[in-house]
């Protein structure tokens, strides 16, 4: 992972995905006052903020919390430091989800979902996004199965060089606005992410209650960090 | 038969199940085992080392940032067994004494797993190594062929900055008998409370080389080298400390000479039974790490009956002088003449501190007894136990309230007195125990200790201290006195001319006897009050009457 991303892991945690976890917390929980204790499945790294920043503020507890990383280095060092918590390490999840989505149902239902592609070392093939966003979209089928009333989704994406294209998505996508192929422009980007993300949460019934989101840019470099978040609900 | 005197050169063997045996009977506690592994992240400059027991999927992983290990150290180094690395004579750039291996702490772990892996990137260099080794080879397979035995290994690029070092070492499929024992959740009354995983706990933090907890800077100030960089030791995300008793305080500590041997050492005691019971006694500790389980240094062998033994607990940290006397097992030492010097020294002073704590109790008790209802006082109990004059609880010495509503019974004494008398024995020459007189703070205690403990005020006007009788409406101030109870028709209590004093005559032989103090004094002052006042024969029957119904109903 590029070091400037460490750097603004602080930002992005204190910034949106708190703001965004307290809200859901809210409503998802609302007679919990004093601790949600929410269940929380994360794509992290060895900083684990997130983690950290979330059990201070009440919203999860250490054996609440389920982290993945790509890493088997990671990983060890990350379940010596988290200690009660389950880590996994079965390969990159975005392969792991399309490809094995069955095995991963044992750690579902959650209540917040971080897929922090930035911190599983961002490939630069082609495609790398889409196939992202197609791993959130079998997350978002599995807790449409399992019957989840609502949850918080936190996306995190490197957006580099690499153009995206919805050719390369695996559901139908559903927006008011047309794109160009292949999708070049950083604003498009943006705008083609926060579309397809809420086309899988609308394509399991799931309304959009709140949502927020960042952009940072990266120092020395053209790429950008773009984060979103959602508090989903069931629409019926 | 050539017998010819040539000299001639015979190999010594080294059998391989010497290894299995010397590894086998060394770490037969698995916490220990994992504490070697501990002592070597140590030695290799780590300063925090984090263990997870992953107990579902029935392994443990270590992970230390220690300088780890290039390719020619883990082959010639870790895998060599019997490499033995020479405990250092100076300290090393973190400011620790390296402990030194009998190159054997490799073995410890591999009786219960069938695989460890270990992953190790060495400081300053960009590439990891990550062996396997097959465990369950060395202790399942009989014949296993140690000397042709082989390690696989792979070197790839490491994640870590280049500047950073690391070790992660992962036992893998742990055996039934540490799965079963870790799991184990029985409430053993007296030993370590709970579970196996918190023994393992407690024995992780009795034996690694970590500091005492921070509310315990009294410890972390006397045995802690200023220049020495701790080693964080963390089980399941939570930080582990050294054991300390709860509520042990430091009863001596001193830096002492034996010959060749350096040490500091501290005795300590909660002034209850030592919880857990594995806490007894004292804990030897060379360079920072606990050599065997604390003891008593033999005394009770020696014939001696230390009823408070069980009450004292301690460390003794060797400085210096035991290096090469250490056994292979860890567990002692050889027993020279400096060790010997060493253990007498420690049995005469464990049999001190017996005596003195019987000593403590003994008085302790007496002064609950002279404090009475002000022994419920928390505000006094904590200032006479600041001064050093109270050390035990109440509910320590079986003081029930049976006890002190007897021993109050038997009081025909000012309570200043008694007080003031007690406190004056306990007390050492540069203390003072002075009486106050005059109107007191009804809200402040009614004894209090100066800040510096040099003086203790015992309030006498408090109302604490002023006994009163009440007998028909009126109340009656009560005081002592002495005098000859032949010389005066009021052998046994005489009033004030104002009439709201009573003074009773201590000496007199009723109070002397078995019945109840507080009956004899109630009757005597009944009998002067009615007879001292003109009353008809039915009021004066009536008044007895109420005066004995009284009396007894109390």
């Not at chain 1, 292949?182 to 992410?193: G, Q």
């Not at chain 2, 997870?52 to 390719?71: A, P, S, T, V």
């Not at chain 2, 009956?519 to 004066?540: F, M, Q, T, W």
């Amino acid at each position: 992972m590029p070091s400037q991303i460490d750097d603004l892991k602080t930002s992005l945690v204190n910034d949106l995905w708190l703001p965004i976890a307290k809200k859901g917390g809210d409503q998802l929980y609302p007679r919990l006052k004093k601790h949600k204790k929410m269940k929380l499945f994360t794509l992290t790294d060895m900083n684990y903020q997130e983690v950290r920043v979330f059990e201070d503020n009440k919203l999860t507890r250490r054996e609440d919390v389920v982290a993945w990383n790509h890493s088997h280095q990671q990983a060890y060092r990350l379940e010596t430091e988290l200690g009660r918590s389950k880590v996994f390490c079965e390969g990159r999840f975005d392969d792991a989800v399309i490809d094995e989505s069955e095995a991963l149902s044992d750690f579902f239902p959650c209540d917040i979902l971080n897929l922090d592609y930035s911190s599983q070392k961002p490939t630069s093939h082609s495609g790398r996004i889409e196939r992202e966003i197609n791993g959130e979209c079998v997350i978002v089928n599995l807790l449409n199965d399992l019957q989840t009333k609502g949850f918080v989704l936190l996306y995190t994406t490197l957006l580099d060089q690499i153009d995206l294209s919805s050719n390369n998505l695996s559901f139908s996508f559903n927006s008011s606005r047309t794109f160009p192929n292949p999708v070049d422009a950083i604003d498009d980007k943006v705008e083609f992410i926060r579309s397809a993300l809420i086309s899988t949460l609308k394509n399991n019934y799931y309304c959009v209650n709140e949502s927020d989101e960042l952009l940072i840019h990266l120092n020395r470099t053209n790429n950008k960090i773009f984060s979103i978040g959602f508090v989903a609900s069931r629409s019926h | 038969m050539d017998i010819t005197q040539t000299t001639r050169k015979a190999p010594i063997i080294v059998e391989k199940e010497v290894v299995k045996h010397l590894s086998l009977g060394l770490y037969r506690n698995f916490a220990l085992a994992i504490k070697e592994v501990i002592s070597n992240a140590y030695d290799a400059g780590a300063t925090e080392v984090k263990l997870k027991l992953d107990l579902e999927n029935g392994r443990i992983i270590l992970r230390d940032n220690g300088n780890g290990m290039n390719e020619s150290q883990f082959k010639n180094e870790y895998l060599h067994i019997g490499y033995f690395k020479e405990p250092s004579k100076e300290l090393d750039e973190l400011g620790r004494m390296r402990i030194g291996t009998f190159g054997i702490g490799f073995l410890a772990p591999l009786p219960y797993c069938k695989t460890l892996k270990i992953i190790t990137k060495s400081r300053g260099q960009q590439n990891a190594l990550e062996g396997e080794i097959e465990a369950e080879n060395f202790f399942t397979k009989g014949n296993w062929d140690i000397e042709n035995a082989e390690v696989e290994y792979r070197i790839y690029e490491s994640d870590l900055p280049s500047e950073e070092g690391e070790t992660i070492i992962i036992l893998e499929n742990i055996k039934g008998q540490i799965y079963d024992e870790l799991s184990r959740d029985t409430r053993v009354r007296r030993t370590i409370e709970g579970s196996g995983y918190e023994k393992f706990k407690w024995t992780l933090a009795q034996y690694c080389p970590i500091e005492f907890p921070p509310d315990r800077q009294d410890l972390r100030n006397f045995f802690g080298v200023k220049s020495c960089v701790p080693m964080k030791l963390w089980l399941d995300g939570i930080e582990l400390y050294r054991n300390v008793p709860e509520e042990a305080q430091i009863l001596e500590k001193e830096t002492k000479e034996f010959g060749e041997i350096e040490l500091k050492y501290v005795i300590m005691t909660p002034f209850a039974p030592v919880q857990p019971e594995e806490m007894r006694g004292f804990q030897l500790r060379l360079r920072d790490v606990a050599i065997g389980f604390p003891r008593d240094f033999d005394v009770t062998k020696l014939g001696r009956v230390l009823g408070r033994l069980n009450m004292l607990c301690g460390e003794v940290h060797i400085l210096k002088g035991l290096d090469n006397a250490l056994l292979v097992n860890r567990d002692s030492f050889n027993f020279t003449e400096d060790v010997a010097e060493m253990y007498d020294f420690f049995r005469n002073r464990i049999t001190y501190w017996n005596a003195r704590l019987y000593d403590w109790a003994e008085s302790d008790k007496e002064l609950y007894l002279a404090l009475g209802e002000l022994r419920e006082d928390k505000r006094i109990l904590t200032d006479l136990n600041k001064a050093d004059l109270l050390h035990f609880s109440k509910e320590r010495l079986r003081l029930s309230e049976g006890t002190l509503r007897k021993s109050k019974s038997k009081t025909v004494e000012n309570r200043v007195d008694r007080i003031v008398t007690v406190l004056s024995k306990k007390v050492d020459d540069s203390t003072k125990v002075v009486r106050k007189k005059g109107r007191v703070n009804l809200e402040a205690p009614a004894i209090s200790v100066a800040e510096d403990s040099k003086t203790i005020a015992v309030y006498e006007e408090h109302p604490a201290f002023v006994e009163i009788f009440e007998f028909d409406g009126k109340n009656y101030r009560v005081m002592y006195d002495e005098w000859n109870s032949l010389e005066t028709p009021f052998s046994i209590c005489r009033l004030t001319k104002d009439r709201k004093t009573a003074i009773f005559n201590k000496s007199h032989p009723l109070f002397k006897g078995k019945l109840n103090d507080n009956i004899v004094k109630r009757l005597s002052l009944g009998i002067l009050v009615i007879l001292s006042e003109i009353r008809d024969n039915e009021a004066l029957i009536k008044d007895f009457n109420k005066l004995i119904e009284d009396t007894f109903a109390e």
